[in-house]
């Protein structure tokens, strides 16, 4: 699987921004699509999840509301993220993983198999 994300920028706090990931595969209904980010100093943290073939996603709490992960009829999942805040400063992966949909899989950076080149996001005060 190969994956790119795009769609990173300079934004405002408040602003909105949609990164985009095209996935190339064979079977994407084979796999799960994940997003995580990873601020300067810290560890890479799960966003979200969604699983191809039936588009079930999944949330921690505290990206509940702000972020949505989607998925076109294609190859593209997507990460709408409003009301952003500095503290949402980051590089942003999109990752793939055909070890299923479970929480502890989806949210585990180390369960994912491919992973897309980081595409930053940066949001001013």
């Known amino acids: 699987v190969q994956l790119q994300a795009c769609g990173g920028g300079l934004v405002q706090a408040g602003g909105s921004l949609r990164l985009s990931c095209a996935a190339s595969a064979r079977r994407l209904n084979a796999y799960v699509m994940g997003w995580f980010r990873q601020a300067p100093g810290k560890e890479r943290e799960f966003v979200a999840a969604i699983k191809w073939s039936d588009t079930s996603t999944y949330y921690p709490d505290s990206m509940k509301g702000r972020f949505t992960i989607s998925r076109d009829s294609a190859n593209t999942v997507f990460l709408q993220m409003n009301s952003l805040k500095p503290e949402d400063t980051a590089v942003y992966y999109c990752?793939?993983?055909?070890?299923?949909?479970?929480?502890?899989?989806?949210?585990?950076?180390?369960?994912?198999?491919?992973w897309g080149r980081g595409t930053l996001v940066t949001v001013s005060s």
């Open positions: 990752a793939a993983t055909g070890r299923g949909f479970t929480i502890t899989t989806v949210t585990a950076a180390g369960r994912y198999d491919y």
